[in-house]
């Protein structure tokens, strides 16, 4: 019989706010969304952008384009479900802007009711999402990398569906995600 989960990751952009639209507005691109290629994750390569080119609007934002992302439409019925589960910490990579972490920052202050008179508390911040993976831990992320990273460590992972990654053609998320950690879970 399989033992409780410890803990689950939720990684932010992707699976709780809605980064590549915003990011897609900011470009002056958001029709790219209607024809976007199936598992393809590189947002510069699709707009024919250079990285470099791409990153900088987005910089120039500030902390405001991180604190201002939309939540998705399942953003508290999917935290309802993860918590079901196991105690959640959100789990998200910066940019390399340090005005990323503000913004991340304020925007979890802003969607997480405080508990017991206390901010939310319950994430980390950093792109080596691996680190802290280890069994009975599992890893709710948008990138396949990321998801295999943390198996390869150690941890369970979910890669939750999205237009750019392998599970492109899942349509319930939310089904999908908890009938993965029922799996997961025993």
């Known amino acids: 019989m399989k033992q409780p989960l410890e803990r689950i990751f939720l990684d932010m952009d992707g699976v709780l706010t809605d980064f590549v639209s915003a990011a897609l507005r900011l470009h002056g691109r958001l029709e790219a969304l209607e024809d976007w290629p ?3 994750r590189d947002i510069p390569r699709i707009l024919k952008l250079s990285r470099t080119q791409y990153w900088k609007l987005i ?3 500030g902390a405001d384009f991180w604190a201002s992302l939309k939540p998705f439409e399942w953003f508290s019925q999917l935290v309802g479900l993860v918590r079901e589960f196991a105690p959640i910490t959100i789990l998200t990579a910066p940019s390399i802007s340090p005005s990323s972490l ?3 920052v304020r925007w979890l202050y802003e969607h ?3 508990e017991n008179g206390r901010v939310f508390n319950s994430y980390l911040i950093g792109s080596q999402k691996d680190l802290v993976a280890r069994s009975k831990r ?3 992320d948008d990138a396949d990398i990321n998801v295999e990273a943390f198996r ?3 941890g369970e992972a979910i890669l939750f569906p999205q237009l750019w990654n392998s599970n ?3 349509q319930d998320r939310l089904e999908y995600v908890r009938t993965e950690l029922h799996a997961l879970s025993g």
């Open 112 to 114: 997480f009711p405080r």
């Open 38 to 40: 199936e598992g393809e």
């Open 102 to 104: 503000e913004g991340k």
């Open 168 to 170: 492109f053609a899942i």
């Open 138 to 140: 599992v890893l709710i």
């Open 152 to 154: 390869a460590a150690g």
């Open 59 to 61: 910089d120039e934002q």
